[in-house]
């Protein structure tokens, strides 16, 4: 999957697993990006995914706004 940002992508929710009625137990909880350019996006990740499931990914946290004093 291409990915916008740099860093690890960590799953906040898999649905695959036991407790969603899934068949597998936590394992990989992040992935890394690495820079291999795809779909558009200037990094990527490889992510398995089981047929007739779904992930939820968090992106690396960017701090882009202006603090005010």
Same mark, same amino acid.
């Given at each position: 999957l291409g990915v916008p940002y740099p860093g690890n992508y960590r799953i906040m929710l898999n649905s695959e697993l036991t407790e969603f009625g899934g068949g597998?137990?936590? @394992? &990989? +909880?992040?992935?890394k990006s690495d820079e291999t350019p795809y779909n @558009?996006?200037?990094?990527? &990740?490889?992510?398995? +995914?089981?047929p007739m499931s779904a992930i939820y990914l968090e992106s690396p946290k960017t701090n882009t706004r202006r603090t005010q004093q």
């Amino acid at each position: 999957l291409g990915v916008p940002y740099p860093g690890n992508y960590r799953i906040m929710l898999n649905s695959e697993l036991t407790e969603f009625g899934g068949g597998t137990r936590p @394992g &990989i +909880l992040s992935f890394k990006s690495d820079e291999t350019p795809y779909n @558009g996006f200037d990094n990527s &990740i490889c992510v398995d +995914l089981p047929p007739m499931s779904a992930i939820y990914l968090e992106s690396p946290k960017t701090n882009t706004r202006r603090t005010q004093q």
